[in-house]
């Protein structure tokens, strides 16, 4: 009997370090199959395992443009549904000529002006053809930014839901509902 416990200890060892973690287990959308450098680091970040399963708010950010105090609106949102499985992301983009060239200053602007704790990926392009891959998606999907600070909410199986302009705000009536929509749906 002991040898029997044993050999099922070490089964359940075994099964337990092989097994694929949650992230794993949900798969994400191919155009999601990414990694991105984060915001003034030499980390990265794994879109796949930062969304598979999950709704997602991808927003199109800029340090020195009109709308750039929704970063604390956005963090407002993000800590209201984060613990329901809300991940945004924020993608500084210089395509409208409004972020800094140094990423120490735009992450000031971002972590310590605005307090934000949601993932900051490095600048990238958003529109036109050399746009990154997962902004060429959503642009294919809905459209394009034509400014800063799009809101492009995805649901917890990568579908593209909704596009949310510049003038929508953070805690938009509709920006909420469809974000409440989105984590209900199973």
Avoid at 72 to 94: A, H, M, N, W
Wanted: aromatic share 8%; proline share 4%; glycine share 6%.
């Amino acid at each position: 009997m002991k040898a029997l416990l044993s050999v099922i200890a070490a089964l359940i060892v075994l099964v337990t370090l092989t097994a694929p973690t949650t992230a794993q287990n949900a798969s994400c959308a191919q155009w999601l199959e990414h990694e991105i450098t984060k915001l003034n680091s030499s980390d990265q970040v794994d879109l796949c395992a930062e969304t598979a399963g999950k709704p997602v708010l991808l927003v199109n950010t800029a340090s020195y443009c009109g709308f750039t105090y929704q970063f604390t609106g956005l963090e407002t949102l993000y800590q209201r549904f984060k613990d329901e499985g809300l991940v945004v992301i924020g993608f500084p983009s210089d395509d409208f000529n409004q972020e800094d060239e140094d990423a120490a200053a735009t992450a000031e602007i971002c972590y310590i002006n605005h307090g934000v704790t949601f993932p900051m990926t490095e600048v990238v392009k958003v529109k036109n053809a050399d746009a990154h891959p997962v902004f060429a998606h959503l642009g294919n999907e809905t459209q394009a930014p034509g400014w800063n600070f799009n809101k492009y909410l995805v649901g917890k199986d990568g579908e593209v839901l909704a596009h949310f302009g510049s003038n929508v705000e953070p805690g938009a009536a509709e920006l909420i509902a469809a974000i409440e929509a989105a984590l209900q749906v199973k």
